[in-house]
């Protein structure tokens, strides 16, 4: 710590200059002396800035809108935390201790969210290649995936505009199937059989060993899902960004082919068009497992491919991180794929996601993980806190309203620092969405809709300090039906506040309206949030069977030919979705 401040002298005397200013204001012109402003000007500002937000994204597209929100943002939620700190101590009750511990722990999340996307790196026009391109070997990991979807992805690699005698195409293969084999024969690529140990990660460290003996001469791995599809100018703007010696890793962003309105959440863009770059800015942009290239090198010196963990992404890209290599993002969709669109695929796949980031934050924690340097501990630190949050401190804030209409104990806030707090919240995180709207709301609907998922997770992760849990493929084939028993939790919850609402408006005559009306509108908010994963439990449920995989490859194949034009797609392009019939 005392190297980092002799390091940055000008930042820290900027910090504690700021320190204290903020401290002035908290003292006087916290949101509980804005009363005497009612309603005017503050609350017309709010609203104008509200209502600019909704006609008019594009005023919050920019790095500028989110920072200058994001400083109202912690001014705000610092008021309110203390104004909530007060009622604990002042009226302690259950509730109120649910409401602070839930409000800390929101609050806690957005400002590291803040501090690590205030400088982003958002990059997409690559680098000038080499005079000599680099050997690269292009691997495409599998297990069971059908025949016929892996041939497309061949296909698809095939077409890289990338000099045929610097390139190296084959397929690893942990099923050890003969039609595979065939295929790959048939189609011109190469064949090794995986080792059938340690899930992909094992897959790629044995496809490590046949680079060696089969094409020592490569420096690169690009590593593709099998059920993916690529542009055929991805190798020429990658490839580029490895003339610095200290680049491990470069990945892209990725779409997917998602049903109409993505009910799923599965396209990603806010992760993928704006928290990336973020990282990015922090050295700290990790991979995503396909669509990626890898210096050989680097993944060779921290031992090859990460089996430590359930997936080898996420860990790989932290352990080449503390081993000083870097990373780079190039934001840019050049692949696409397939993704869960039934929920049971999802479930499974965001809770392995989930299992991975709680084993890594519980048992090589970032806060000690040596090598990182300090933005990079804070990236990784926030992916901790956000299924910390989504776990704990969300469905906190969840039951305060439900509890109150329940039981007629409620809370006492101040409108003053209630009705700031909720503005500036919508304000940072649609400033966060780049003002897309439909992006904002699937990213909030899922962050409060898994929080079994992630509590789940966390009961799995704790449990598997000395042996990792075992993992399965992600099936990525729709097979239709009704899994609301999946989420029952989730059910339970919309049940509940009907309830409550009913009690509250017909059982409560005695209690203020304006409380009732106040906790109606929160709880109303957090169902609709959960509204979104019940939605994605009744998409499809009279499909009479699983959709054929000739269907899928046909989709696929539409979607292949038009990867070339969705070169540049950025966080406002057209969804990708499914064509008719692949539903």
């Given at each position: ?10 930042l ?9 200013v903020?401290?002035f204001l ?12 009612w ?16 006609w ?11 920072r ?25 009750s ?10 800390l722990g ?9 501090i690590?996307?205030?400088m982003?790196?958002d ?10 391109l680099?050997y ?12 016929d ?5 061949v ?6 505009d990338?000099?045929?005698d610097?390139?190296?195409?084959f397929?690893?293969?942990d ?7 065939r ?9 090794s ?19 060696d ?7 690169l ?11 055929p ?12 010696p ?23 863009r ?6 990336q ?24 010196s ?6 430590w963990?359930?997936v080898?992404?996420?860990?790989t890209?932290?352990f ?22 039934d ?16 084993r ?19 990236q ?16 906190m804030l ?10 007629g ?19 940072y995180?649609?400033s ?15 962050w ?15 449990r ?5 849990p ?9 097979q239709?039906?009704?899994y ?6 989730q ?5 509940a ?17 304006a409380?009732?009306?106040?906790n ?15 939605g ?18 046909r ?14 797609v ?9 064509p008719?019939?692949?539903?």
């Amino acid at each position: 710590m005392m190297t980092y401040i002799r390091k940055h002298p000008l930042l820290i005397a900027a910090l504690l200059v700021g320190l204290t200013v903020n401290i002035f204001l908290l003292r006087y012109f916290n949101t509980l002396v804005w009363p005497y402003l009612w309603p005017r000007p503050a609350i017309f500002v709010l609203m104008a800035a509200f209502a600019l937000a909704l006609w008019f994204p594009g005023l919050f597209s920019g790095a500028w809108a989110l920072r200058l929100s994001g400083v109202v943002m912690i001014f705000v939620g610092q008021s309110y935390l203390l104004h909530s700190f007060d009622v604990l101590v002042m009226q302690f009750s259950l509730i109120a201790l649910l409401h602070f511990l839930g409000i800390l722990g929101t609050f806690l999340v957005m400002v590291v969210s803040y501090i690590n996307q205030s400088m982003p790196k958002d990059v997409s026009e690559p680098p000038p290649l080499p005079e000599e391109l680099p050997y690269v070997a292009v691997v495409i990991p599998t297990y069971g995936e059908p025949v016929d979807i892996l041939e497309e992805t061949v296909l698809s690699l095939k077409e890289l505009d990338y000099p045929a005698d610097r390139m190296y195409i084959f397929i690893s293969d942990d099923g050890h199937r003969e039609e595979v084999e065939r295929m790959a024969a048939f189609r011109g690529v190469g064949y090794s059989r995986g080792a059938q140990k340690d899930a992909k990660a094992g897959n790629l460290n044995s496809a490590l060993q046949h680079i060696d003996r089969v094409f020592p001469q490569a420096v690169l791995i690009l590593t593709q899902d099998a059920d993916e599809v690529i542009d055929p100018s991805f190798l020429k703007k990658t490839v580029g960004y490895f003339s610095d010696p200290q680049i491990g890793l470069v990945q892209t962003p990725k779409d997917a082919i998602a049903p109409k309105g993505d009910p799923f959440g599965v396209r990603d863009r806010i992760f993928y068009d704006v928290i990336q770059p973020g990282r990015n800015g922090s050295g700290a942009a990790f991979s995503c497992g396909s669509g990626v290239v890898w210096r050989i090198e680097a993944v060779k010196s921290i031992g090859g491919f990460a089996t430590w963990n359930v997936v080898e992404d996420l860990t790989t890209s932290y352990f080449l991180h503390s081993a000083g290599w870097k990373s780079a993002y190039h934001n840019e969709v050049l692949t696409i794929g397939l993704a869960p669109d039934d929920l049971p695929g999802l479930l499974k796949q965001r809770g392995t996601w989930a299992v991975d980031t709680w084993r890594l934050f519980l048992f090589k924690s970032p806060l000690r993980m040596p090598g990182l340097t300090l933005r990079q501990r804070l990236q990784y630190t926030e992916l901790g806190l956000f299924y910390i949050t989504s776990t704990f401190f969300m469905p906190m804030l969840m039951l305060i309203p439900l509890l109150s209409l329940l039981t007629g104990q409620f809370v006492p806030i101040e409108g003053s620092a209630l009705f700031p707090w909720v503005v500036i919240s919508v304000l940072y995180y649609a400033s966060l969405a780049r003002g897309f709207h439909e992006f904002f709301k699937r990213m909030w609907q899922y962050w409060v809709g898994h929080a079994p998922t992630y509590a789940k997770a966390f009961w799995i992760a704790i449990r598997s300090k000395n042996k990792k849990p075992s993992y399965k493929v992600t099936r990525k084939t729709r097979q239709a039906g009704f899994y609301g028993y999946l989420i029952w939790p989730q059910y339970l919850y919309l049940f509940a506040g009907v309830v409550a609402i009913i009690h509250a408006l017909v059982g409560l005559p005695e209690v203020d309206f304006a409380a009732r009306l106040a906790n109606i509108g929160i709880l109303l908010f957090f169902m609709y949030m959960v509204s979104g994963i019940i939605g994605a439990s009744l998409y499809g449920v009279k499909v009479p069977r699983p959709v054929s995989r000739r269907v899928v490859v046909r989709a696929r194949r539409r979607v292949g030919a038009a990867v070339a034009g969705m070169r540049g797609v950025r966080v406002g392009g057209e969804p990708v979705q499914t064509p008719s019939g692949a539903d």
